[in-house]
């Protein structure tokens, strides 16, 4: 748990460009709950500012707006991960109104891959951290949302304000979707009570960005590809989708996003997503890619669109459609990094 990816380095209030009035409040309220963090956590000292925080969270309103966390909510593209960086960098700037705070910023890919549980996780951020970011808390099984309300749990009782970012609705987890009602209830009473949620809407601006590589699709999409591979200079890998499913499976995932983003240019042939696993394996990987800081020039080759990969309303209720609409995230960065060409 370190400090936003370096994509991020630069992402501050100031920097932050609001394309709708949503993502203008949006902006406001993150400042706002940065601000309060700090002046409500920078005191003399550490137990003294863990009893205010704690005698505000128990009691039984937030008027201060603080509260136990910030969740930004809304679909992929409107600076949700810019507003969470941002909240970052106004409580560990030294040059700051009052002392910094120390905050640790994590993907919650992380929190459910680690092996400590719930609470000891927790603790273990309560010692280093007052103020815990995660970005993209995305739930894909019952057991990722049991962890997840663990570690939110223990760590408002130990005096940790958590600010998140989501593409869904807290109601909506797999829970919800999968008719858990217990458990839904659970979450959705969590959120209510301790989260201020913050509607971060307008369209992706990612598809405004010019594109470095390029995406193949119809017909003759694999032989353009493997032209393209062939004329290719530098540091470049081509790999069938099959092979880096493969790839996605034997090698760490820290491991391998390193190894591609080394490339200068990677060539991915005949993708075609056949189930959840599948697509998860692609979303995880093209997440690493589109947050490295040189990421490599991306070429694939499909018989469509990215958006025709694993599209949510084809997809049936429950798992299936909690991950298809997730992977709208991921058809967001492709197009980012790839530019849509069709090939007869």
Same mark, same amino acid.
């Given at each position: 748990?370190?400090?936003?990816?370096?994509?991020?380095?630069?992402?501050?209030?100031?920097?932050?460009?609001?394309?709708?009035?949503?993502?203008?409040?949006?902006?406001?309220?993150?400042?706002?709950?940065?601000?309060?963090?700090?002046?409500?956590?920078?005191?003399?000292?550490?137990?003294?500012?863990?009893?205010?925080?704690?005698?505000?969270?128990?009691?039984?309103?937030?008027?201060?707006?603080?509260?136990?966390?910030?969740?930004?909510?809304?679909?992929?593209?409107?600076?949700?991960?810019?507003?969470?960086?941002?909240?970052?960098?106004?409580?560990?700037?030294?040059?700051?109104?009052?002392?910094?705070?120390?905050?640790?910023?994590?993907?919650?890919?992380?929190?459910?891959?680690?092996?400590?549980?719930?609470?000891?996780?927790?603790?273990?951020?309560?010692?280093?951290?007052?103020?815990?970011?995660?970005?993209?808390?995305?739930?894909?099984?019952?057991?990722?949302?049991?962890?997840?309300?663990?570690?939110?749990?223990?760590?408002?009782?130990?005096?940790?304000?958590?600010?998140?970012?989501?593409?869904?609705?807290?109601?909506?987890?797999?829970?919800?979707?999968?008719?858990?009602?217990?458990?839904?209830?659970?979450?959705?009473?969590?959120?209510?009570?301790?989260?201020?949620?913050?509607?971060?809407?307008?369209?992706?601006?990612? $598809?405004? /960005?010019?594109?470095?590589?390029?995406? #193949?699709?119809? &017909?003759? =999409?694999?032989?353009?590809?493997?032209? @393209? %591979? !062939?004329?290719?200079?530098?540091?470049?890998?081509?790999?069938?989708?099959?092979?880096?499913?493969?790839?996605?499976?034997?090698?760490?995932?820290?491991?391998?996003?390193?190894?591609?983003?080394?490339?200068?240019?990677?060539?991915?042939?005949?993708?075609?997503?056949?189930?959840?696993?599948?697509?998860? $394996?692609? /979303?995880?990987?093209?997440?690493?890619? #589109?947050?490295? &800081?040189? =990421?490599?020039?991306?070429?694939?080759? @499909? %018989? !469509?669109?990215?958006?025709?990969?694993?599209?949510?309303?084809?997809?049936?209720?429950?798992?299936?459609?909690?991950?298809?609409?997730?992977?709208?995230?991921?058809?967001?960065?492709?197009?980012?990094?790839?530019?849509?060409?069709?090939?007869?």
């Amino acid at each position: 748990m370190n400090g936003p990816p370096p994509r991020y380095a630069g992402s501050t209030f100031a920097a932050y460009r609001p394309a709708s009035p949503s993502q203008e409040t949006a902006r406001d309220e993150a400042r706002r709950f940065a601000a309060r963090a700090r002046r409500r956590l920078a005191g003399p000292g550490w137990r003294r500012g863990m009893r205010r925080l704690v005698r505000t969270i128990a009691g039984p309103h937030h008027h201060d707006g603080l509260g136990a966390g910030l969740y930004l909510l809304g679909p992929v593209g409107t600076g949700k991960t810019h507003l969470l960086a941002a909240i970052h960098d106004a409580v560990t700037d030294p040059r700051g109104a009052g002392a910094p705070i120390p905050a640790a910023f994590v993907h919650s890919s992380t929190l459910f891959r680690a092996k400590a549980p719930p609470e000891e996780y927790a603790h273990d951020v309560a010692k280093r951290a007052r103020v815990l970011l995660i970005d993209e808390v995305e739930l894909d099984d019952p057991a990722s949302e049991v962890r997840l309300m663990g570690v939110l749990r223990t760590l408002r009782r130990l005096g940790v304000v958590v600010a998140a970012t989501s593409n869904a609705r807290p109601e909506s987890f797999v829970t919800g979707a999968q008719g858990s009602e217990r458990l839904a209830r659970f979450v959705s009473e969590e959120f209510r009570r301790n989260y201020h949620v913050v509607l971060v809407g307008g369209d992706d601006y990612r $598809r405004r /960005l010019p594109s470095r590589g390029v995406t #193949y699709v119809g &017909p003759g =999409a694999d032989e353009a590809l493997r032209a @393209a %591979a !062939g004329a290719a200079s530098g540091r470049t890998l081509h790999l069938t989708f099959l092979e880096l499913l493969a790839r996605a499976t034997e090698v760490e995932r820290v491991r391998l996003a390193r190894e591609l983003a080394d490339l200068d240019a990677l060539f991915l042939e005949s993708v075609a997503i056949r189930d959840t696993d599948d697509a998860l $394996r692609l /979303l995880r990987v093209m997440d690493d890619l #589109y947050a490295a &800081p040189h =990421a490599p020039a991306l070429h694939l080759s @499909a %018989a !469509g669109r990215p958006s025709e990969w694993f599209p949510p309303a084809l997809q049936p209720a429950g798992v299936a459609r909690s991950v298809a609409e997730k992977f709208a995230r991921t058809t967001s960065r492709i197009e980012a990094l790839a530019a849509v060409v069709l090939v007869e």
